[in-house]
DNA sequence: TTGTAGGCGTTATCAG
DNA sequence: CTGATAACGCCTACAA
């Protein structure tokens, strides 16, 4: 079933039938017709490969993570892959894992595939060794490269991320006009996303005449459990904290539980706030005051940002977009 | 850069850099790594577009869900194109949300990209009335269909389900065993495991001689926070019950929060029973007993039995895996 | 408005 | 073991 039987069974040249097939304005009312009935008939479906060899593209766009299966970033393929099916685009996905060496196999994998562009999802991928980019750079000299929650300044290198330095300098500055005046500060990995947050809390706590506290910043990238526990041992090696800003929903979740625990009462003893506002922040008691950071507006700015690059249109290397704090019941303001 | 360009450079006939290629074991080791060289010097890489239209496959896999960023449908999402990868084969990802009309365009769209077979995660796939089921069943004459969590009986499509019926009824009997008589069964779907979860409840409770009562069987497709509303109202009708157990972690959740509402204590007077044994159960005070269906060896049985169908070899239409209970604090057993 | 013919980069079938 | 050549199915000048 290709394109020659259609052309014989509607007495048409293949090249009509071409042109009927991608709308082209010069075929006449009839014929057009014609042709289309005559698909319609045969079930014809075009060979996507023969496009693609004729073309070079398949309208194909790699999506890469490092995990789907957190919360964060499947939120995120998931408006990722429902806007590029609107545009006409399908999506590879490509689950990473955190390690460098598979990171750069799966993208070389993906460009073997042909994809029209990779989109990267998550800071995890740009390391603190410049080097550790250069995979990207790489990969940007062939397609467009687009990145939600990290920032490489190359050209074709398009970033979407959101502003977590000012959410954090806010939040923290919130706490603080609220009463706090020791605040721990618990976040789970020192991706770009994670040092943007950690400088909005150290500005916030210096530009309010605080001081910062190397105790009170702490990294730890253990699961809900194990972080009742690092909070735990703080706690009872006399670290004294009034108020905790995480850098993730379940962080703050450990932090609930870590106060039930130790009878601490929030918000009135103890602030806490999430980041992500992710189904983690309403399941606890006291409900979460976490970050939105919308991850559907970041997917689609970038998924639109994508189709100008790949429209040859103007596009800037970095577009932000603000975060709103989900004011729940963990906070005093 | 084409196979052209390597068998000048190398001296040989594309028809030999092609054997190479594809690790033919006719050529001689010497002009095997002659060719090697070549193309490691060149950088070249096999065009999949050409290789596609010739064999017709570009080894890729189309899976569906209806909503990726759903904590049970994104880790299978993630387990599934993990393994398809170690086995050399790429996911296009498609979320086709919940409607009838989409669910059968995307698989139209997917199919016409010509993936070797097509994997639907969750049972919402698969529609009561079995005339909604016809572009399943059609698609099957194409290529093989896997189903994660439902069951079509029908050639060339291959089921892989947890055994919801059986987890639902030792479940059930054991809330009635350790002193629960009235117990609440909340579900959200009627797909095809609400229905045999809904089943194995319903068997619990006659088996143990107690009456079914439709007032008990309450089905709700809302966030947390319209299942405790639900819930509220029930209990103010003076709905008895003194056991829920739910079909969904998120609506375990909401029965905890009614609980807290009402001053309701767990499991002491209420037990609460979570399905999925997601994050979502670890995250409330108490913790959520919940049933654990096995995502991971879910996802990695699937793609086996793809891996057989694909090479031909014999596999069984349904392939059932059982669940577990994992006790945590809101059962007294 | 329509048709002819060449090219896209592989694989596979025959000869040698 | 190697090489020439015909598919694979579509797009697109160029010609008519």
Redesign the pocket.
């Known amino acids: 079933?290709?394109?020659?039987?259609?052309?014989e069974k509607s007495?048409?040249?293949?090249?009509?039938?071409?042109?009927?097939?991608?709308g082209?304005?010069?075929?006449?009312?009839?014929?057009?017709k014609k042709v289309l009935s005559v698909m319609e008939e045969l079930g014809?479906?075009?060979?996507?490969?023969?496009?693609?060899?004729?073309?070079?593209t398949m309208n194909t766009i790699g999506i890469m993570c490092s995990d789907s299966s957190d919360p964060f970033l499947a939120n995120a393929v998931y408006y990722l892959e429902q806007n590029l099916r609107k545009n006409g685009y399908d999506a590879f996905l490509c689950c990473t894992g955190y390690e460098l060496v598979n990171k750069q196999k799966y993208l070389q994998l993906l460009l073997g595939k042909r994809v029209d562009a990779v989109i990267l999802v998550g800071s995890s991928f740009l390391e603190a060794d410049n080097n550790g980019n250069k995979y990207i750079i790489e990969a940007a000299h062939k397609v467009p490269v687009m990145i939600i929650n990290g920032y490489l300044a190359h050209p074709n290198i398009y970033c979407t991320v959101c502003d977590d330095y000012q959410a954090t300098y806010d939040a923290t500055n919130n706490l603080i006009k609220s009463g706090s005046r020791n605040i721990l500060y618990l976040y789970s990995s020192k991706s770009y996303s994670g040092i943007q947050k950690l400088n909005g809390y150290k500005d916030a706590i210096t530009s309010n005449n605080l001081s910062l506290k190397d105790s009170l910043m702490v990294c730890n990238s253990g699961d809900i459990e194990t972080i009742t526990e690092v909070l735990d041992k703080l706690y009872k090696n006399d670290s004294k904290f009034d108020a905790i800003i995480t850098s993730e929903d379940h962080l703050a979740v450990g932090a609930i539980k870590f106060a039930k625990k130790n009878g601490i009462k929030i918000p009135k003893d103890l602030q806490v706030i999430g980041y992500n506002n992710s189904i983690l922040s309403h399941c606890t008691d006291p409900e979460i005051s976490s970050v939105d950071n919308h991850v559907e507006a970041l997917s689609i700015a970038t998924v639109t940002n994508l189709m100008r690059v790949l429209a040859k249109a103007d596009v800037p290397n970095r577009t932000t977009l603000s975060n709103d704090l989900i004011k729940r019941e963990t906070t005093r303001f």
């Open positions: 079933m290709n394109i020659y039987d259609v052309s007495g048409v040249s293949i090249a009509t039938v071409s042109r009927v097939l991608n082209s304005p010069n075929v006449s009312e009839a014929t057009k014809y479906t075009p060979n996507v490969f023969a496009r693609g060899l004729g073309l070079n």
